[in-house]
Nanobody, 122 residues
Framework: QVPLVESGGGLVQAGGSLRLSCAAS????????LGWFRQAPGKEREFVAT????????YYADSVKGRFTISRNNAKNTVYLQMDSLKPEDTAVYYC???????????????WGQGTQVTVSS
């Protein structure tokens, strides 16, 4: 069973918006912090945003602050990433991850989804 499943990726023009979703099984969601990371071709995976179990703590990468919003619905075991004012440099595969606490380091997240492609055209 895949612990995390992302959806909502696609092709959008610069300045547009997308909303990513990540559905998790109960074991990988309850009590966990959820994070979004991304990896562009030829680049290392990088942190995008993370949210605590309660939703009261959120962190963002400087490159997306003010444009992206992370949220979660614990009743639906789902985390979201609302992406506005998209730029071509946001093009990447976006991954959802679950871990014990909010952290910007990917190694702190033991559970990962398979990713969803986001492509922003100029």
């Amino acid at each position: 069973q895949v612990p995390l499943v992302e959806s909502g990726g696609g092709l959008v023009q610069a300045g547009g918006s997308l909303r990513l979703s990540c559905a998790a099984s109960g074991r990988t969601f309850v009590g966990k912090a959820l994070g979004w990371f991304r990896q562009a071709p030829g680049k290392e995976r990088e942190f995008v945003a993370t949210i605590s179990w309660s939703g009261s703590i959120t962190y963002y990468a400087d490159s997306v602050k003010g444009r992206f919003t992370i949220s979660r619905n614990n009743a639906k075991n789902t985390v979201y990433l609302q992406m506005d004012s998209l730029k071509p440099e946001d093009t990447a595969v976006y991954y959802c991850a679950a871990g014990g606490s909010v952290d910007r380091t990917s190694e702190r997240y033991p559970y990962w989804g398979q990713g969803t492609q986001v492509t922003v055209s100029s």
